[in-house]
């Protein structure tokens, strides 16, 4: 008999086409190239295969499949993450890819959530809500016209789209279908009892949409997931201000919190440099606040209470400041595109850090990038930013290294960043939403080990053969 992991490349094809039909399993190298790389400077290896599913049904048979035969397999959204994910690093392996999944299962205003399959792509799922007048309090990352629910889901995406009032993409969910990594197909939140309906996620015996909440896929593939939903908003206010220090711009946003100002999203440009080119006043903090309220009154009562303690503090409202907030605020899906178009390609990092650790971030980012590296000899360039997240005094903070994506200026980007997420992890304590490899190698070897090793004790009860996502978190 032929040993399980000794089965030819072209036998899983074979085996796959049964399942999910030729036309939906890709295997001549050119169609596989693409598979190689996300949106990182991280390339993985060309796997043997790539496989869409089209249900719950075929994703559980094709996990059980590589249970049996012995190969491994890698989810695949919209192929966008930035961190080295959706792409395989191992031999040996099939890609899954979710993007035929992509129906709108339910809008239920009774229980106001929406259940999708993982592969429906933000952009669509925003325009559909928008028809009913609805849409979900966090309305996707930036990457909402290509990544998909189940990824985002998986990263645990966070940006400033809603982010500050509503949390992140962690927040919206209410409940999961899940295949595990043996091929089994389980639901959790309120939906694990049948009769219950999908309505609440922390029940039933805890929080287990969360076991997969930013674990990256590697302990279930989802298939299907409902989120809150929220009406669209009738009143908008949107206000720019620039604060000569620190001191005072995070007195300003602490304030905004502890007062419960909270709005649909606070944005801070952090140093000189950024607020100089956003808004031509130099400061050491600057910030965009989006009001947004079912309202008029209470639009225009929580404005006026967040511009007087700006005043209070000594803040300036630079010209034209609600219009380009507007602007800024309405580009939301296309800022960091087309910031890539005009700088290049980015490489990301993103991560929590408490509000008050911005100063000393930012002006490392300043020495780290130019004065360490002079990254604009290889014409390399950097952007900072940070959004206050979850109605707490932290933020996502993001810095961007472009690069043009050649060879050569990729393999060194991609030193620069590396470097850069040890060194912040290690120096700052900064954690990831999202993750992918590059986060795993300067997260995983600097965590308490008997975290580390929790979460291997999880992977190997949930994936005896580490079927699912290898190496991508242990
Ligand atoms: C221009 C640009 C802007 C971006 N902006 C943001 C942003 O604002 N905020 C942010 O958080 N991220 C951002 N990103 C990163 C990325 O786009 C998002 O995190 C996005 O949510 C990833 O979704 P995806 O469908 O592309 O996932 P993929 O890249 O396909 O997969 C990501 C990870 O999730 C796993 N996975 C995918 N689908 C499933 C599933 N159904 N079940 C289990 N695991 C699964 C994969 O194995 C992989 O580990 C940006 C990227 C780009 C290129």
Redesign the pocket.
């Known amino acids: 008999m032929v040993k399980k992991s000794q089965q030819s490349p072209s036998e899983i094809v074979r085996q796959l086409e049964k399942i999910v039909g030729r036309e939906n399993v890709a295997s001549d190298t050119v169609d596989l190239l693409a598979y190689t790389r ?2 990182s400077p991280m390339e993985g290896v060309v796997p043997m295969a790539v496989v869409k599913v089209g249900d719950s049904l075929e994703c559980s048979r094709v996990l059980s499949l590589a249970n049996e035969l012995g190969f491994k397999v ?9 961190g080295g ?2 792409i395989a690093f191992q031999p040996n392996s099939v890609i899954l890819d ?1 993007t035929r999944m992509n129906r709108i299962l339910e809008i239920d205003e009774r229980n106001m959530s929406v259940t999708v399959q ?1 592969g429906v792509i933000w952009s669509t799922l925003n325009e559909e809500l928008a028809k009913r007048g609805l849409r979900v309090p966090f309305m996707g ?3 909402a016209y ?3 629910v ?3 889901i ?2 645990a ?3 400033s789209q809603g982010v500050t009032e509503s949390g992140g993409t962690f927040n919206q969910v209410l409940s999961l279908e899940v295949v595990l990594p043996t091929g089994e197909i389980t639901r959790v939140g309120s939906d694990a009892l049948p009769t219950a309906g999908k309505y609440a996620r922390v029940c039933c015996g805890g929080d287990f949409a969360g076991l997969f909440i930013g674990s ?2 590697v302990f ?3 298939t299907e997931a409902t989120l809150r939903l929220e009406e669209l908003p009738t009143s908008s206010r949107y206000i720019g201000v620039v604060f000569e220090s620190w001191e005072q711009g995070l007195r300003f946003v602490q304030g905004i919190l502890r007062k419960k100002l909270t709005p649909k999203s606070l944005n801070i440009t952090p140093g000189r440099k950024s607020t100089e080119s956003s808004w031509g006043v130099a400061g050491e903090c600057g910030c965009r606040i989006v009001i947004e309220e079912p309202d008029d009154g209470i639009a225009s009562r929580k404005a006026e209470a967040i511009i007087s303690m700006a005043r209070e503090l000594g803040g300036v409202f630079p010209t034209s400041h609600e219009q380009n907030v507007e602007n800024w605020w309405k580009k939301m899906f296309l800022r ?2 087309s910031q ?1 178009r005009e700088k290049g390609f980015a490489a ?1 990092a ?1 991560h929590w850090l408490p509000v008050w650790r911005l100063p000393e971030i930012a002006e490392d980012a300043e020495k780290y990038f130019h004065q360490t590296w002079g990254v604009e000899e290889y014409g390399m360039k950097v952007s900072i930013g940070a959004y206050v997240a979850d109605q707490r005094p932290a933020v996502g903070f993001s810095l961007f290294l472009f690069y043009r994506d050649d060879r050569e200026s990729r393999l060194r980007a991609r030193e620069i960043w590396e470097k850069w997420l040890a060194h912040i992890v290690e120096r700052y304590g900064a954690v990831p ?2 993750m ?1 490899m590059a986060w795993t190698r300067a997260l995983m070897t600097r965590v308490r080990p008997e975290y580390r090793d929790f979460l291997r004790r999880l992977k190997r009860s949930l994936d005896p053969n580490d079927v699912l ?1 290898p190496g ?1 978190l242990v």
């Open positions: 996300d949106a890698y989810v695949r959204g919209g192929g966008t993450s930035a994910g959706g979710t993982p990352p930036e990457s290509g990544a998909t189940g990824g985002s998986a990263l995406s966070m940006s990256m896929g279930g593939v989802i960091l595109v890539e990301h993103c939403y999202w992918g996502n991508m």
